[in-house]
């Protein structure tokens, strides 16, 4: 069975923390991507990783950063948490950028 | 930009009848489209796709329509059920892009 996993279900931090998202898949994936889901503007990309130590920037990378040392790890950095980036985080893989991808079952951080 | 639109945020059907979700999009570049289903607290699970070629396309109780000229895709549920209940995202993308999607549909089945 396919398999992503995120570290956390639920996270609260204080605003200027970092923090750390991980993010795991287990089948060899080489596509690797972070979302925000928040109400009204649906699933919007963050960054997303084609291989190891490859990131490119999604439609809202600002405030976020991301590092793909492994294959299977993917993890999104918040610099400096602000309120504005409390949200639902959803980590995906896919074999293929074009076919369907795999979630995560989402962190839901609040940034107080 | 929003390139992938689903107009109604919300919509609630008998149990039983036929759920239609809507999707617009923009890009007429887009060749692959597909639907996801996410139960709160999950991520999204995939349900069902169509490749630009394709007009039509049916697994089960589900079908996607694609209307290229329009610009416009659609999935029938028949019969609703319960479980059905969820939020739906449709999704799209060309060539060996990144897939965008749209802002979802929350379905409500009343039993």
């Known amino acids: 069975d396919v398999k992503v996993t995120q570290s956390s279900r639920y996270l609260v931090k204080r605003t200027g923390e970092k923090v750390f998202l991980e993010c795991v898949q287990d089948m060899d994936h080489e596509n690797m991507f972070w979302y925000r889901q928040d109400p009204g503007l649906g699933l919007r990309l963050i960054y997303f990783s084609y291989d190891v130590k490859m990131k490119e920037k999604g439609d809202i990378p600002e405030g976020y950063s991301v590092s793909r040392e492994k294959k299977e790890r993917f993890s999104l950095i918040l610099e400096s948490a602000s309120t504005n980036q409390t949200s639902m985080y959803l980590c995906a893989s896919s074999f293929d950028r074009a076919i369907e991808a795999f979630f995560g079952q989402g962190t839901r951080l609040t940034v107080v | 930009d929003q390139q992938v639109k689903q107009n109604s945020p919300s919509l609630s059907v008998q149990e039983g009848r036929i759920s239609i979700l809507n999707c617009d999009y923009t890009n007429s570049m887009f060749d692959y489209f597909l639907w996801y289903k996410k139960y709160p607290a999950e991520g999204p699970t995939f349900l069902i796709s169509i490749s630009s070629i394709k007009d039509k396309n049916e697994d089960g109780r589900f079908t996607v329509f694609l209307n290229k000229s329009a610009k416009h895709l659609s999935l029938h549920i028949v019969p609703s059920q319960p479980g059905d209940s969820a939020v739906y995202f449709c999704?799209?993308?060309?060539?060996?892009?990144?897939?965008?999607f749209g802002t979802g549909t929350r379905l409500t089945i009343i039993p």
């Open positions: 999704a799209a993308n060309f060539g060996n892009e990144k897939l965008t």
